[in-house]
């Protein structure tokens, strides 16, 4: 008989922070920081009401969140890793440049924090291409 997948998280990982910086012709630069909280299913992404972040053109801070949700995302629904998710991922503190902040940066940045947050779990996580 197959153990049952592990629910994750199995218990609140807060503070999980990230910055991915390259520095080369195609420079990337995100910083998050995100909490994981135990949800009853699926996954769900918010951005906290108190943060702030100060980056021109402001419109672009929305798809830079969506693609940090989309990596946790991503990284979590990998099957090597043997989990359901069943998660809420609250935004609570980002930073921008206008020289290398996009979108690919923010969905690394994202892809991080959650294979950090599985790292505080004890799951034993194999290389990948965006491990710095």
């Not at 910086?21 to 910083?31: G, L, M, S, Y």
């Not at 440049?97 to 923010?106: Q, R, V, Y």
Request: charged share 25%; with cysteine.
């Amino acid at each position: 008989m197959t153990p049952a997948p592990l629910r994750f998280p199995p218990h609140p990982i807060r503070g999980v922070r990230v910055l991915h910086q390259k520095q080369n012709c195609a420079p990337h630069f995100a910083e998050i920081e995100v909490d994981f909280e135990p949800a009853a299913e699926g996954f769900a992404f918010e951005v906290a009401q108190e943060l702030t972040v100060h980056y021109e053109p402001a419109e672009a801070l929305s798809r830079f969140f969506e693609a940090a949700a989309l990596g946790i995302k991503e990284q979590l629904s990998l099957p090597e890793h043997g989990v359901v998710i069943a998660t809420r991922v609250v935004l609570r503190r980002a930073r921008a440049d206008t020289f290398g902040s996009h979108e690919l940066a923010f969905r690394i940045s994202g892809y991080l924090a959650a294979r950090k947050a599985l790292e505080c779990t004890g799951r034993p996580l194999t290389a990948a291409p965006y491990d710095e």
